[in-house]
C-alpha cells in the first residue's frame, strides 16, 4: 500500500480553510452565553454559519437534535473526502462505542439509555448482538474481545456490577485505539492530541470511580490495560485526592491541577473535565498553521466538535434558564 503524503489532502485541507473561517469565535461565545433573552439569543445565531439550522427561534428548543444533526453530516463530509477515512473516523468511533455501551446495559441490565440521532449511519442492533455472542462480523476484532470480556464479566459477578463492568471495559478500549489509530495515522498533533486525551480521560475516570466507590481493584484489572497500565495511572487509584496536584502537576495537567484543587469539593472534577478538554484543543491548536495534510482536518474536527458542545451547552441551558454563572463554568475554549 503507497504511504498518502501530505499533499494528498489538498483538496480537503482547501475546504477546511474555508470552513475554518466560519467557524464561531471564543469572544462571540462568552457575549451568546451571557445573553438572557431568548430572542436575542435566536438573532445572535442567525448571524453565525448555523442561521440556516435556526429558521424560527422555535428551533431552540431543538437544538440538541438539530446541532447532533449538523455534527454527523460534517463528521461524514470529512470522511468521504479524507484520503484517510480514520481520521474522521476518530470521531465517529466516539458514538459507537456509545451505542455500544447501550445495547450492552440494555441487553444485561435492563436499562434504557437515549442513543441520539445516529445520522451517521451508525452499526445496528443485530450487529452488536453478534459481536457479543463472540460471532463473525465486519468490524475490527477489538470489539469482540471488548465484547468477551463483558460477557465474562456478567457471568462471574453480581448484575448489579455489570453496567460498571461495560464502562470500565469500553471506556479503556475506547482510549487505546485512539491512541493506536494515532499512530497509525502518523502525524505528530494527532498522536499528541490522542496521547493526552488517554491521560486526561483516565484522571477524570479514576476520580469519579473514587468518589463513586468502585472497587479499585477491578478497575486496575479492567481498566488499566494495555497503553493505559502506566505507573503515573497506578498510582492515582492508590493515592488519596489530596495528594493528586503534585503528582499531576509536572504531567500533562501542569497548573490546570492547581486551578481545578481551588474550587469547591463538590465542583472539582466538573472542572477538571473542562480543564482538560480545553489542554486538549490547546494541543491541536497548531494545526492551523499547517498548509495541508491530515493535521489540519483533524485540528479543523476537534474545533468543531468543541463549538457544537458549546452551543448546545449554551442553547439548551437558555431554553432551560439555567445560570449564566453555571454555563460560563462549563463553556469551553473555542478553537479560534
Not at 477524570?204 to 479492567?222: F, S, T, V
Not at 490495560?225 to 492515582?236: A, N
Not at 500533562?252 to 492547581?258: H, T, V, Y
Amino acid at each position: 500500500m503507497c504511504p498518502i503524503a501530505a499533499e494528498d489532502w489538498g483538496f480537503l485541507s482547501g475546504r477546511v480553510a474555508a470552513m475554518e473561517s466560519r467557524l464561531i469565535r471564543d469572544d462571540f461565545m462568552q457575549r451568546l452565553v451571557s445573553i438572557e433573552d431568548l430572542n436575542d439569543v435566536f438573532l445572535s445565531v442567525s448571524d453565525t454559519a448555523y442561521k440556516d439550522a435556526f429558521p424560527i427561534i422555535e428551533n431552540l428548543y431543538a437544538a440538541d437534535w438539530i446541532l447532533t444533526g449538523v455534527y454527523d453530516e460534517r463528521l461524514a463530509e470529512m470522511r468521504r473526502y479524507s484520503p484517510r477515512a480514520d481520521v474522521a473516523g476518530m470521531f465517529l468511533v466516539t458514538r459507537d462505542f456509545g451505542d455500544l455501551k447501550a445495547f450492552l446495559k440494555h441487553k444485561l441490565a435492563g436499562m434504557e439509555i437515549p442513543r441520539g440521532n445516529n445520522n451517521h449511519g451508525g452499526i445496528a442492533d443485530a450487529t452488536w448482538e453478534r459481536v457479543y455472542d463472540g460471532l463473525k462480523t465486519d468490524l475490527p476484532g477489538f470489539w469482540t474481545e471488548a465484547a468477551s470480556v463483558i460477557r465474562a464479566e456478567a457471568a462471574a459477578g453480581p448484575p448489579e456490577a455489570v453496567p460498571q463492568a461495560i464502562d470500565l471495559v469500553l471506556d479503556s478500549e475506547y482510549l487505546i485505539q485512539q491512541v493506536r489509530t494515532a499512530r497509525a495515522i502518523g502525524y505528530p498533533i494527532i498522536i499528541e492530541w490522542a496521547k493526552g486525551l488517554m491521560i486526561v480521560k483516565t484522571v477524570e475516570i479514576i476520580w469519579r470511580a473514587k468518589e463513586g466507590n468502585y472497587d479499585m481493584p477491578r478497575l486496575r484489572r479492567l481498566f488499566l490495560r494495555e497503553e493505559l497500565d502506566q505507573p503515573l495511572l497506578r498510582e492515582l487509584i492508590d493515592l488519596p485526592l489530596a495528594a493528586w496536584p503534585d503528582r499531576l502537576r509536572p504531567a500533562l495537567l501542569g497548573p490546570a491541577i492547581d486551578d481545578v484543587f481551588s474550587r469547591p469539593e463538590r465542583e472539582r472534577v466538573t472542572r477538571l473535565a473542562k480543564r482538560g478538554e480545553d489542554l486538549l484543543l490547546g494541543r491541536v491548536r497548531a494545526a492551523k498553521s499547517v498548509t495541508f495534510g491530515p493535521d489540519r482536518v483533524f485540528g479543523y474536527l476537534c474545533g468543531f466538535r468543541t463549538e457544537i458542545y458549546n452551543l448546545r451547552l449554551v442553547l439548551a441551558g437558555k431554553v432551560n434558564r439555567i445560570s449564566t454563572k453555571l454555563l460560563q463554568a462549563r463553556l469551553r475554549e473555542q478553537y479560534v
